[in-house]
């Protein structure tokens, strides 16, 4: 989600949490998703996204994590989605705000929410042409819930192993050594 770079600087998120943070305005480009299968896949990093709760929302994250005519994955990786869902939306009381579906049939809307992943329930409150912002939430309401969230999602800070850290020096010894 762009525009929440300096809060999730500030919160020392990709530290705390030992992930990679990039932000894509609106729908993912093409350079994000061959980043995206060059390294989750590779490294075995599960890609882990952001995203409002609106139409647009649900379709991002199903568009950043799936094949589709633009851009087809090479590799195979775990995808979490870390978005704001209704369940959040009544659990921390934020406000929603009006949306407009323009001349789009209502049911082409419904179907799309449908294929990216909405709950029936999560449909029925889009479909009342209303959606609910990430930037609905206070900085520091944000930052605990996405803390929150990878925490859920399981996701930690890598704490290598004695074995793993001796092994480490032993290489980068082996290589002063090599270098002198």
């Known amino acids: 989600k762009e525009g929440f770079t300096p809060i999730l600087e500030q919160a020392k998120i990709a530290d705390k949490f030992d992930i990679a943070i990039m932000s894509c305005k609106g729908m993912s480009v093409t350079a994000a998703r061959q980043l995206i299968d060059k390294t989750c896949a590779r490294y075995g990093i599960p890609l882990l996204i952001m995203h409002d709760f609106d139409i647009s929302g649900f379709s991002i994250a199903k568009t950043i994590s799936s094949n589709n005519r633009r851009f087809t ?70 930052v605990a819930f996405v803390e929150r969230k990878l925490t859920e999602a399981g996701i930690k800070k890598v704490v290598p192993t004695k074995e793993q850290l001796d092994e480490a020096f032993k290489l980068f010894a082996n290589g002063a050594r090599i270098e002198e």
């Open 73 to 142: 994955y090479d590799t195979k990786f775990r995808t979490i989605d870390l978005g704001l869902r209704l369940t959040d939306v009544k659990e921390l009381g934020l406000v929603s705000e009006p949306v407009s579906f323009g001349k789009v049939d209502p049911s082409t809307i419904r179907d799309r929410l449908k294929v990216n992943g909405a709950t029936p329930e999560e449909i029925d409150f889009l479909m009342l042409r209303k959606r609910v912002e990430l930037n609905a939430m206070s900085s520091p309401t944000f």
